[in-house]
């Protein structure tokens, strides 16, 4: 019985970065070997176990035999007899089918080392082509390893692979709970942009996310990018938002913001918004395709339809501002709309010349949520049914049922709150512009 670390932990220690999780495979035992030894089995599909006392991962070495299309298509087969190498052949890349023993000597018969060197993504055998999964682990790897002048290619024969992959409908069988995890994971690495330049180049963006994979061709407005097209005007969003380290949220909201311009002229751009309302419907249905979580669906939506309201903010009217507020649920949820406030910073930021720009309409709108905020919605409901109630016990016609100061009092209430909040926007923009 021997145990190696395996995986991400032997190729991260060798490119010098910091190791969070070590992964084990135990060749030569069999499960009741483990058992005997005190550790706790946890695996459903293989028999994995947890250390006695450090609670790490050991799996058995094991092969595997694709029986269905998809990623749960497999059959696992685990004995002492099961090589290392006949474990490591069935890994994804070359650099992560790197074994290290407890001796500290590397174990690495698909040359992953000078693959690391070379900072190629490889894969490791035709058994890749068997896991569409892998297609999106990739594609997250080059999103975490795009340091400059160091990043990592994908070697043309995987890309080939991976193509042929897609054609054979291998992502298709994908569930979207696997897809988001994958996305959601490669938005939140260094530089998101290179996890959908792999996906597009495969194919599998088309399949997976379709209404991002349109903007690519779409040209930008020749005020703003003209040198590029909408889908690398996105790219450079996302990039943007994760060199700020925003949260997921505001991350998936930058990347979709635009999604309406794959679907309208671009000559109608700047008279007539009619691609933010179709963004909106188009993030939609991504995000119950993906079953993408609430908080990200939520500010998705709420950028792709007002993105452009907030850069035009400073031209509004008070009353239009506050319609924007109300329709964003910014009184009960200040702090998302804030954070779409930064979402559309980032189409801001996401263009060229980032020296000369500035994007003042996120202090601006701060300024006027705080003003439309500090008006106290409770005293004026109190004050509106006070009058309401002096009004009724007056009139002649208190005991009538249609006295108009009994008519849907929760409308003046709610209409009187609007009103305040118009005039203290009103006043506030004043300020600012004094």
Known sequence: MKTYVVGGA???????????????VVVGATPQQMLDLGYTPVGKDFPVFLHPKTHEEYALARTERKTAA???????????????????????????????DDQGQLIDPFNGQADLQARVFRHVSSAFEEDPVRILRLARFAARFSQ??????????TMTLMQKMVAAGEVDALVPERVWQEVSRGLMEAKPSRMFEVLRECGALQRLMPELAALWGVPQPAKHHPEIDTGA???LVVDYAAQQGYSLPIRFAALLHDLGKGT???EQWPRHHGHEERGVELVKALCARLKVPTECRDLAIMTARDHGNVGRSQEMRPASLQDMLERNDAFRKPQRFLDMLKAAECDCFGRAGLENIQFPQKA??????AAAQAVDAGLIAQQVMQKSADSTQTSP??????????????QKIAEAIRIARITAIRQSIEIIGS
């Open 10 to 24: 032997v190729r991260d220690e060798l490119l010098g970065f910091p190791v969070q999780d070590r992964d084990y």
């Open 364 to 369: 601006y709108l701060g300024r006027v949520l």
């Open 264 to 266: 309208s002229d671009p």
């Open 233 to 235: 005007h996105v790219m």
């Open 70 to 100: 998809g990623y749960k298509g497999f059959v696992f087969h685990t004995d002492a007899n099961v090589t290392l190498e006949q474990d490591l052949i069935r890994r994804d890349l070359t650099i992560n089918a790197i074994a290290q």
């Open 148 to 157: 400059e002048p160091n990043a990592f290619s994908v070697a043309p024969e």
């Open 397 to 410: 016609n208190s005991n009538s049922s249609h006295s108009s100061s009994d008519k849907f009092p929760a």
